[in-house]
């Protein structure tokens, strides 16, 4: 099936400049973006995006992370994307790894480049929706419905093609 799914480029990884290594292994997983931008994260966007771990020990330390808190200047917020493809949700979960970066599969985003700082907080490269259900809630959070574009065409019908028909800029 066709699906939508949330991914945010976090701090830690806009502070090393991981973004076009990113975008380009979830292009490779055929995947395709139909929604981009900058955030500055307010704090009530923190807070409704991370409500299901509120009670957590470590909730405050990652309002702060992904607020931009932690990483400085260049990184005070992050990067938002809908990707959207064939199992698009569990797709860029596998590209992503498993939450802690010593579980994740070394080759995946965040056994590569995730860390856990000496403060504890989990730095994991970025965020990817858990389910169809929540990747739908987090992209009403993060995007508005006009911000998202129309590739479906393109995608069901152009499934081998290495760039979406509408993004060559044809008619
Ligand atoms: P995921 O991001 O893989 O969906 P999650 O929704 O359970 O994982 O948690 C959201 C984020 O919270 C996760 O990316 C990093 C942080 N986190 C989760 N478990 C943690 C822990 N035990 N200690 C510190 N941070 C944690
Ligand atoms: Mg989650």
Same mark, same amino acid.
């Given at each position: 099936?066709?699906?939508? =799914?949330?991914?945010? @480029?976090?701090? /830690? ?5 991981? =973004? ?8 490779? %997983? ?5 929604? +981009? !931008?900058?955030?500055?994260?307010? /704090? *009530? ?10 009670? !957590? ?8 992370? @992904? !607020? #931009? ?28 790894? %498993? =939450?802690?970066?010593?579980?994740? /599969? ?5 056994? +590569?480049?995730?860390?856990? =700082? ?9 965020? *990817? ?9 987090? @992209? #009403? ?8 574009? /129309?590739?479906?065409? %393109?995608?069901?019908?152009? %499934?081998? $093609?290495?760039?979406? $028909?509408?993004?060559?800029? #044809?008619?």
């Amino acid at each position: 099936m066709i699906e939508n =799914t949330l991914v945010l @480029i976090k701090p /830690d990884a806009l502070q090393r400049n991981l =973004t076009g290594h990113v975008v380009f292994r979830l292009a490779q %997983a055929g995947l395709y973006i139909v929604g +981009a !931008k900058v955030v500055q994260v307010s /704090d *009530a966007l923190a807070h409704e995006h991370y409500k299901h771990l509120r009670n !957590k020990p470590f909730f405050p330390e990652l309002i702060r992370y @992904i !607020k #931009g808190e932690l990483h400085g200047k260049l990184s005070s917020g992050v990067l938002a994307f809908v990707y959207r493809g064939e199992n698009a949700v569990q797709k860029v979960r596998d590209v992503a790894g %498993a =939450t802690h970066p010593e579980q994740a /599969d070394p080759k995946s985003l965040r056994g +590569a480049y995730g860390r856990i =700082t000496t403060k504890g907080v989990m730095e994991n490269v970025i965020h *990817a929706s858990s389910d169809p259900a929540e990747a739908q809630r987090e @992209i #009403g959070l993060w995007f508005a419905p006009e911000e998202i574009v /129309d590739l479906e065409p %393109a995608v069901a019908g152009n %499934a081998s $093609r290495s760039v979406p $028909r509408k993004a060559k800029g #044809g008619l």
